[in-house]
């Protein structure tokens, strides 16, 4: 699945949170988000209902990637 943060935005799928911008590919999400940030900040955090190694490797090197940047961290999908 691809996300378009554009898109996104226009169907009130996007979070602004501590100076950076989290855009969602469901409403589901986003609402969980926006209720309570913190988990999906912590460490080893993966936006899926399975935890593999590989996604947990995955979830490390986005937020290692992020962490500074003025950049749109999306969760649950990939972007365009």
């Keep these: 699945m691809?996300?378009?943060?554009?898109?996104?935005?226009?169907?009130?799928?996007?979070?602004t949170y501590e100076d950076h911008e989290y855009v969602f590919c469901g409403k589901?999400?986003?609402l969980d988000f926006r209720d309570d940030p913190?988990?999906?900040?912590?460490?080893?955090?993966?936006?899926?209902?399975?935890?593999t190694r590989?996604?947990?490797v995955a979830a490390k090197q986005a937020?290692?990637?992020f962490q500074?940047?003025?950049?749109?961290?999306?969760?649950?999908?990939?972007?365009d």
Aim: positive net charge.
């Design 28 to 30: 589901g999400r986003c």
């Design 68 to 79: 500074g940047a003025d950049r749109t961290l999306v969760f649950g999908a990939d972007v």
């Design 54 to 56: 590989s996604n947990t």
């Design 63 to 65: 937020r290692s990637a």
């Design 2 to 15: 691809t996300v378009d943060p554009e898109h996104a935005r226009a169907k009130g799928l996007a979070i």
């Design 38 to 51: 913190e988990p999906f900040l912590r460490p080893g955090f993966v936006a899926s209902m399975k935890v």
